[in-house]
């Protein structure tokens, strides 16, 4: 899968970057059609991607490396200001906050859900 680098427009919109990283939807319609520019819901975030054509796992999975995480899967992150949304992508880490990463942002909690492409 190639996934092309969302920056969040504001500090609360990481979950909509990630899912406008996963569907290639812009993150400003992303927000629109989820009718929620600020935090968001697991709920909504399975929501969004199952409609779309995507498996999501229901297990919330927790991972201290990233040797352990799935092809591709969106991240529940403790970081030290607020949890977080982010998104591995085959060994890479494309964070809404952080960029283009090699290895998890600075966080005290990881949970994954894995994320497969059914479409």
């Known amino acids: 899968m190639t996934v092309n680098?969302?920056?969040e427009p504001t500090d609360l919109?990481?979950?909509?970057?990630?899912?406008?990283?996963v569907t290639?939807?812009?993150?400003?319609?992303?927000?629109?059609?989820?009718?929620?520019d600020r935090?968001?819901?697991?709920?909504?975030?399975k929501s969004f991607l199952r409609s779309r054509g995507f498996y999501v796992?229901?297990?919330?999975?927790?991972?201290?490396?990233?040797?352990?995480?799935p092809p591709l899967c969106m991240l529940s992150l403790e970081t030290p200001?607020?949890?977080h949304w982010s998104l591995f992508c085959e060994g890479v880490?494309?964070?809404?906050?952080?960029?283009?990463?090699?290895d998890f942002p600075a966080s005290n909690r990881r949970y994954y859900?894995?994320?497969?492409?059914?479409?």
């Open 24 to 36: 290639g939807i812009p993150v400003g319609e992303v927000a629109r059609i989820l009718c929620n």
């Open 39 to 45: 935090e968001t819901t697991l709920k909504e975030m």
């Open 5 to 7: 680098y969302v920056h």
């Open 93 to 102: 880490f494309y964070d809404p906050e952080h960029g283009v990463m090699d």
């Open 81 to 83: 200001r607020c949890w």
């Open 57 to 69: 796992s229901d297990e919330r999975v927790q991972v201290a490396d990233k040797s352990a995480l």
């Open 13 to 21: 919109q990481c979950g909509q970057a990630v899912l406008a990283m």
């Open 113 to 119: 859900f894995e994320i497969r492409d059914k479409r």
